[in-house]
C-alpha cells in the first residue's frame, strides 16, 4: 500500500483563485509529521508547512494552509490567492517513527499546478 | 547561507564508469540523505545516515553505495554506472526531531549513456 497517495497528477487554477492540492497517508504510527514541498520549474525543493499529528489546529502559512483531516488521514493543502509563481509541482511527505529513533520520510509523487493568468 | 550544496549539479557518464556525488551541509543537521527523482515516481531514497560514521539502505539501495566519515558530508558512490541510473539526484539533511524538516541540496542531473 502507498504510504502517501496525491491522486492528481495536474491541476490548473485561475490566477488570484484558491486551490486545494490533495494528499493522503497511511501509518500506524500515533506520532508522525506532514510536510508539503514545493518544486518550482528550476529544480530546488522548497519546504512550505508542517503539520504534527498531534496537533489540533491546522497549520497555516502565508497563503498555504494545511487542511488536516486526522480521522480521514488527510491532510490537503491549501493555496489561497493563487500566483503565477505558484506554478510548481508539490509533493506531500510524511515523517514517521521506524524504532531505533529514526523516523522515515516517504514523499508522494507530486501534483504539477498550473497558474493561469 | 550555504545550507545542503551538492556537486556537480551535471554529469554525463558512459556506462560502467563510477563516480561520486558530492553532499555537504553546513547546519550541524544529524540525518542525511540521498533521493533519487524520477518522472512520476517522486522522491525515492537511496540511503540515508542517522549520523557521523552510520549508513543505512533506504528503498532504491541497489547499485549504490554511501560514507558520511564526516557529520557534515555525505557521500553517494556508484561503482559501475547502468542507463537504469540516469536520474535527478538529491541531498537532504534534517535534525532527528519529528517535526523538522528536511533541508535539500539543488540535485545532480546524471545521465548514463
Known amino acids: 500500500a502507498q504510504k502517501i497517495t496525491q491522486t492528481q497528477p495536474g491541476m490548473f487554477v485561475q490566477e488570484k483563485e484558491a486551490v486545494t492540492l490533495d494528499c493522503t497517508y497511511d501509518t500506524s504510527d500515533p506520532s508522525y509529521g506532514l510536510f508539503w514541498y514545493k518544486q518550482p520549474s528550476s529544480g530546488e525543493m522548497i519546504f512550505l508547512i508542517y503539520q504534527g499529528s498531534y496537533d489540533q489546529q491546522n497549520a497555516t502559512e502565508g497563503r498555504y494552509s494545511l487542511n488536516f483531516q486526522k480521522a480521514r488521514k488527510s491532510a490537503n493543502l491549501v493555496i489561497s490567492a493563487s500566483q503565477l509563481g505558484d506554478s510548481a509541482m508539490y509533493f506531500c511527505?510524511?515523517?514517521?517513527?521506524?524504532?531505533?529513533?529514526?523516523?522515515?520520510?516517504?514523499f508522494g509523487t507530486g501534483t504539477k499546478l498550473q497558474v493561469i493568468p | 547561507n550555504a545550507g545542503v550544496t551538492q556537486t556537480p549539479k551535471f554529469r554525463v557518464l558512459k556506462t560502467g564508469q563510477s563516480m561520486t556525488l558530492l553532499c555537504a551541509q553546513d547546519?550541524?543537521?544529524?540525518?542525511m540523505y540521498w533521493y533519487r527523482q524520477d518522472p512520476g515516481m517522486g522522491l525515492r531514497l537511496i540511503h540515508y545516515?542517522?549520523?557521523?560514521?552510520?549508513?543505512a539502505k533506504g528503498e532504491v539501495p541497489d547499485g549504490y553505495n554511501v560514507s558520511r566519515l564526516k557529520k557534515q558530508n555525505f557521500l553517494l558512490g556508484l561503482e559501475s554506472a547502468a542507463p537504469s541510473q540516469t536520474s535527478v539526484y538529491f541531498c537532504?539533511?534534517?535534525?532527528?526531531?519529528?517535526?523538522?524538516?528536511?533541508?535539500f541540496g539543488d540535485g545532480t542531473r546524471l545521465s548514463i549513456l
Open positions: 547546519m550541524n543537521h544529524e540525518y
Open positions: 537532504a539533511s534534517s535534525y532527528q526531531q519529528r517535526n523538522q524538516p528536511q533541508h
Open positions: 545516515s542517522v549520523g557521523e560514521g552510520t549508513t
Open positions: 511527505a510524511m515523517r514517521e517513527g521506524m524504532g531505533g529513533g529514526y523516523q522515515k520520510v516517504t
